[in-house]
Structures are given as structure tokens and as C-alpha cells.
């Protein structure tokens, strides 16, 4: 990633700013949770707790597609420019998987170089201070609905500037009040345990949240662009599964809650349970941004349908599916987006052919304008 050398002026901002890199990292994750089983015991997993794991993770990579995709149709109709989200051209899109490959091959030789132990602690704490700000973020609307009118709900504004007069640039400008307060204590508790205890639940919690926020603030402008985003990284990630050991070595080295996990043994060990199915955040993201963008057409339609985001959401849970079958079957590493992009690019293609929409998909591009340092500070949004 490439910072421009400004804070982020808003939470949004600073939220999307730490999806952004969280999704950098997501370079390094086994893409689909190929490596189920933990590396440190030979556990045979029960059908039972194959099923739940499995059963599991699909169930929580369905809520932040769900509920980013609703949230980011009232983020694009923000009048505030603050809190208006962050929106990704097809030139973007079109150099997002070589950035990306530099990205993980060069992981890859920071973990053959340098000490594993001594980068992950550094990547730990680094992670915790972003998983605070995107889980307060997620949080922040339901604290907002709990606490009572009465609430003495005060605003904050933390302002740190360069220079004087006309040259003045903000470098912080951060707005916030006292339920946001409330929710950066909950957030550092969760932050905390993390660090403490590197608890899967604590890894989940963020990891949710992650996924949630990068659904809701990472707008694509167009269907095209979307096409060019998800082929590209289908070619990605076919590459770095099936082409090289690059992308699995990195994943058993790098710890951050940049992926979902499930116990397969939790049926016996309950809550200590170590032996886990994963899946990577970017299976989440990369296709929820579409799903979200096909949910915001379906209201620029203003026929009261929402057809093509259902029809996109049952494709994602069709291809998450059949990778976990595939995986399963073959006890093989697989890259996820092989089968995903497919199903969520044709699902609503072949729909809209159906109802005759399909040019009018392709040209509706979204009214959501993009912040002038969109370019310079987020230059990898992939898995």
C-alpha cells in the first residue's frame, strides 16, 4: 500500500483507509481456507464437526455481504462528503492483481528473510489498532439505536494541521461524539483480548468487521469495472494456489485476523478448540463489493425489486458451496475465486438477459463521487 502522507479527515475515512490495508495483507491468505486442518496436530475431524465448521463460516461470510451491501446504499446517498465512500475506477481495478502479486511475492521473502516471530508481533499490533477503528465502526450504528434520547451525547473534534493561511492542509481532522467513545472502549477490550489471548473468537470479531466495513465503503462505479476486478483476480488466484506454494507458505505464516475461523474440533475441546477451517476475508469482500454495487442498481431501478442482489447473493453461497465441496473432496488447496467470480458475474448476467436489462446494467454507472486521494493512498483492494 502506498500512503499519500495524510490521516484520514473522518472515521469513515479512517475505517476505509483500514480496510484498504487490511485488504493488502489479504494477499497473504490462504485465499480460501484451503488449509483447513491445523498444521500443529494430526486431528481427524468428525463429520459432525466438519459440517458445523464449514456450516459456520458460511454463515458468517454471509453477514457483512448482507448488511455492508444494505449499509452501502445509504453510505452513496450521503450528502456529507466525509462519509462518503471511497470509490474504485476500472483503471484500478485493472492494476489490482499485479500490485497484488508484488505485494504477496514480496511477503513471501519478508517471511524467508526476517524472523516470523518478530513480524507477526509488529503486524499484531498494527492490525489491532485497525480492527478498534472498524469494529467501533461497524458498532456504532446499533450503540446509537441502544442509548436513550437523553444521552448526553457530546461532539469531539480532533484537528491537527500543516502550514498557515492558504497552504494550511488538515493531516487529522477527526469528528466524533460520545457513543463513539463508547464504542472505541468496547472495540479496544475485543483488541485487547486479541492481542492477549489470539482467541479465534476475538479473530472473528474483527475479521467481521473488516469484511462488513470493506463491503460498505469500497464502491465499485460501474458493472464493467466490477467484470475487470473479479477476472483479474480469478487469474490471481488461480496462479498463486495452483501455480506455486507462494500464497499457502505465506498464509501458515502470517497471523492477523485477515480471515474467518471455525473449530472443527469444537464438538470436543469446546471453546478451546485449535484445530481450524478458515476462509479469507478477500472471498468475502471481493465479491460482496460486487453484490453491493448489482444491490444499489436494483434501487436505481425504482421498480421496488431487488432481483439482481438476490440473484448475486444465491450465487455466492452457490460458489462458496462448491469450493467447499471441491476442497473436500479433492483435500486439495483451491482457490475460491475460480468457482466464485464465475457464479456471481453470471447468475445476474444471465438474469438480466432475461428481462432484456442487460445493456442498461452495463451502462448504469453509480453517482458516488470519489475523494481526490482515493488514487494516491489505496492502491490494493484484493484478497
Known sequence: MSEAGTAPDSAPEAVTAAVSAVLEALNATD????ETLNATAKFVATAEGTALAYGSLVFMALLPIFFGALRS????????????PETITSRDAARFPIIASCTLFG????????????INLLLSVYFFALGVLSLSHTM???????????FPNKQYQLLFTQGS???KEDIVNYEFDSKNLVC???????GVWY?????????NLFGLAFALNGVELLHLNNVSTGCILLGGLFV???FWVFGTNVMVTVAKSFEAPIKLVFPQDLLEKGLQANNFAMLGLGDIVIPGIFIALLLRFDVSLKKNSRTYFYSSFLAYIFGLGLTIFVMHTFKHAQPALLYLVPACIGFPVLVAMFKGELTEMFRWVTTTTAHPRYISRIKVTSQ
Open 107 to 118: 511477503l513471501y521473502l519478508f517471511f524467508k528473510v526476517f524472523s516470523q516471530e518478530y
Open 140 to 150: 456504532s450504528p446499533l450503540v446509537s439505536r441502544i442509548f436513550p434520547a437523553s
Open 236 to 238: 490471481y488466484d488461480v
Open 165 to 167: 493561511g492558504e497552504s
Open 195 to 203: 492481542l492477549l489471548k489470539k482467541h479465534w473468537i476475538a479473530n
Open 73 to 84: 446504499v445509504d453510505c452513496s446517498k450521503s450528502k456529507n462528503a466525509a462519509d462518503m
Open 31 to 34: 485465499s480460501n481456507g484451503t
Open 184 to 190: 472505541l472502549l468496547i472495540s479496544s477490550v475485543v
